[in-house]
């Protein structure tokens, strides 16, 4: 008979034991139970929250990656100051479009799994790598998605290898794909995208490429109920961070305040946005 670890004070023995560097594997084999894709299915649709539009944009040495504050169930706004855009470890971060519980779930659990890795192995994964671990875990909750609870979310990071930022967006199988220049997901993403597939250029400075997702999000809300744009009267602004060969950086509240009032200051003069030249 095992002795009882809890009384004890001792670690139990699958603690202890050398095994995968991977955490879900780990979580697999001594408790798959709580594994979101271990789970019993729902029977029918089942109406939970969502979390709508992520954006990201590269500029030379690093990433921006941002998201509105909406989250919708039906036709109700759910709530009005969600977040939806996490950092995964020091050089990489998420953006949850979907069902947001199951979302933000997905992201603790990968924030453990880069985590477990790092402290197992005594490296960090590549960014390539990080991405792969996202997309098998987007895998395991296909069973959840078929019954309208799927998760998409987009991923950015800077990879130091090859001293840039990457941009990695998925579909509900867990495939992947890298996005080049900018991308979006969510409810929103066809008119962000738009938006930035008319503004977005290669040269953008840091501060440009925080003006074009926050310029990208404006549209969206414009054009979809379920993205919400800046709320200047109850002080609620996208979430905008930026990764660089100096890490994650969420920007304050004050910035993302200047940022959005700027932006909508601006659409007094010109209420459909900056217009791109035509030739």
């Not at 998409?152 to 996005?179: C, H, N, Q, W």
């Amino acid at each position: 008979m095992e002795p009882n670890t809890r009384s004890t004070g001792r670690l139990p023995a699958a603690f202890l034991t050398p095994g995968s560097s991977s955490f879900m594997d780990f979580l697999g084999a001594h408790s798959p139970e709580m594994l979101p894709g271990n789970r019993k299915l729902p029977e029918g649709v089942v109406e939970a929250p969502h979390g709508t539009t992520i954006v990201a944009a590269t500029f030379p040495g690093g990433v921006v990656l941002a998201g509105d504050r909406r989250a919708t169930m039906g036709n109700m706004i759910a709530q009005r100051d969600i977040e939806k855009v996490f950092p995964a470890d020091e050089y990489s971060a998420v953006g949850i479009a979907g069902t947001a519980g199951l979302a933000v779930e997905m992201v603790k659990l990968f924030q453990l799994e880069l985590e477990h890795f790092e402290k197992v192995e005594g490296a960090t994964l590549s960014l390539e790598g990080k991405a792969n671990r996202l997309s098998t875990m987007i895998r395991s909750n296909l069973g959840m998605a078929m019954q309208g609870l799927a998760v998409v979310p987009l991923f950015a990071g800077y990879d130091e290898a090859k001293e840039k930022g990457r941009i990695f967006s998925y579909d509900v199988t867990g495939g992947r794909s890298e996005e080049h220049g900018y991308a979006a997901t969510g409810s929103g993403s066809i008119f962000a995208r738009g938006s930035m597939k008319k503004l977005y250029r290669p040269d953008l400075t840091e501060e440009q490429a925080t003006t074009l997702v926050v310029q990208a999000l404006y549209d969206a809300a414009d054009d979809d109920s379920a993205t919400g744009g800046p709320d200047l009267y109850r002080h609620i602004y996208p979430i905008v961070t930026v990764i660089t060969d100096e890490g994650f950086r969420r920007l304050s509240d004050d910035e993302s305040q200047e940022l959005a009032r700027t932006v909508t200051n601006r659409r007094l003069e010109q209420p459909d946005g900056p217009r791109a030249a035509l030739l």
